[in-house]
């Protein structure tokens, strides 16, 4: 069965350093989302994206946040500064329509933590 | 933000019993709803969803029933088994624009005792 692959899925790094999560969607999917989860609350949206552009990020995906899909394969996010506050489940999603019925394929996560 | 609300972080049922996870909205433009189970170490998996204009859905073992007038719905397993052992996710979408968006649950833990 398909899947979302997300790489690494543990990531450890000081404050103030630049991070990239990957994540390799399914092949035939067109839209691709980043979704976090803090320890203890709930899963958040991020981003999503499509035809090579965002399509609507949340107030949580500020200047210090960017999404890329730098060779049609992988979809990577970007955080430039981490803070201590990032520290996160961070989860790739992709789908082939738009519609919430065909029920995002999430990946297994990349957990965060910034130190 | 509490626009999803499902008010049981835990529940316990025997094995071959029934379980219920229920969850509550707020935001009456939500159209779409859904329930995604999460193990540990994993992400989530889709599970089963329910358009508004519906107000019951099923898949084998697992029914969604929607209540609209009380923003409220319910994930019925039955008969349950130790493998429904996960964290089962209510989450809710409405169309804004093109764009889709989930807006999550806080999640209840099951566990299916043998």
């Known amino acids: 069965e398909p899947e979302v692959t997300q790489t690494p899925s543990h990531q450890v790094t000081q404050m103030g350093q630049e991070v990239i999560l990957r994540c390799v969607p399914i092949?035939?999917?067109?839209?691709f989302y980043w979704y976090r989860q803090i320890l203890g609350q709930k899963v958040e949206f991020l981003v999503s994206?499509?035809?090579?552009?965002?399509?609507?990020k949340s107030e949580i995906f500020d200047d210090q946040f960017s999404v890329e899909r730098p060779d049609g394969s992988n979809f990577t996010l970007k955080i430039r500064s981490t803070k201590l506050e990032d520290s996160a489940m961070y989860f790739c999603?992709?789908?082939?329509?738009?519609?919430?019925?065909?029920?995002?394929?999430f990946g297994s996560g990349t957990r965060l933590t910034v130190v | 933000d509490q626009q999803v609300k499902q008010n049981s972080p835990s529940l316990s049922v025997q094995e071959g019993r029934i379980s219920i996870l229920n969850c509550d909205y707020t935001n009456s433009m939500f159209d779409y709803f859904l329930w995604y189970k999460k193990y540990p170490a994993e992400g989530p998996t889709f599970l089963i969803s329910?358009?508004?204009i519906k107000d019951k859905n099923e898949d084998g073992r697992f029914t969604v029933f929607l209540n609209k007038s009380a923003k409220h719905l319910s994930l019925h397993i039955v008969p349950s088994q130790p493998g429904d052992s996960a964290v089962y996710f209510c989450?809710?979408?409405?169309?804004?624009?093109?764009?889709?968006?989930?807006?999550w649950g806080l999640g209840t833990s099951l566990a299916v005792n043998p």
């Open positions: 994206f499509y035809n090579n552009e965002i399509s609507e």
């Open positions: 092949s035939n999917h067109l839209y």
């Open positions: 989450a809710a979408s409405g169309l804004a624009g093109n764009n889709r968006k989930l807006i």
């Open positions: 329910i358009s508004s």
């Open positions: 999603a992709s789908s082939f329509g738009q519609s919430v019925n065909y029920g995002y394929t």
